[in-house]
């Protein structure tokens, strides 16, 4: 599913000007989800109209993880 929601062609532009992922340097955390898991998670939201809340398991990062990412690239004019 998310080759189709955000295909390669897009990925690329997209990967060109999003932000570096920042650096803990205290190390530990949760794992980072990668930021095309990400993208596909908002876009999903976006073209569906469902909530933060209702975003499937399946994408991978939680619907609060995807918002909070898309808060940060907006933040960024991404």
Same mark, same amino acid.
């Given at each position: 599913?998310? @080759?189709? =929601? +955000?295909? &390669?062609? +897009?990925? @690329? =532009?997209?990967?060109? /000007? /999003?932000?570096? $992922?920042?650096?803990?340097?205290? #190390?530990?955390?949760?794992?980072?989800? #990668? &930021?095309?898991?990400? =993208?596909?998670?908002? +876009?999903?939201? $976006?073209?569906?109209?469902?909530?933060?809340?209702? =975003?499937? %398991? *399946?994408? *991978?990062? %939680? *619907?609060?993880?995807?918002?909070?990412?898309?808060? @940060?690239? %907006?933040?960024?004019?991404?």
């Amino acid at each position: 599913m998310g @080759e189709r =929601l +955000v295909p &390669d062609g +897009v990925w @690329e =532009l997209f990967h060109q /000007v /999003v932000p570096a $992922a920042p650096i803990r340097p205290q #190390g530990g955390g949760r794992r980072w989800h #990668g &930021d095309r898991q990400v =993208l596909t998670a908002i +876009v999903f939201v $976006a073209t569906t109209g469902c909530t933060w809340r209702q =975003l499937p %398991s *399946g994408f *991978g990062p %939680s *619907g609060s993880t995807a918002h909070r990412r898309f808060t @940060e690239w %907006s933040k960024a004019r991404v």
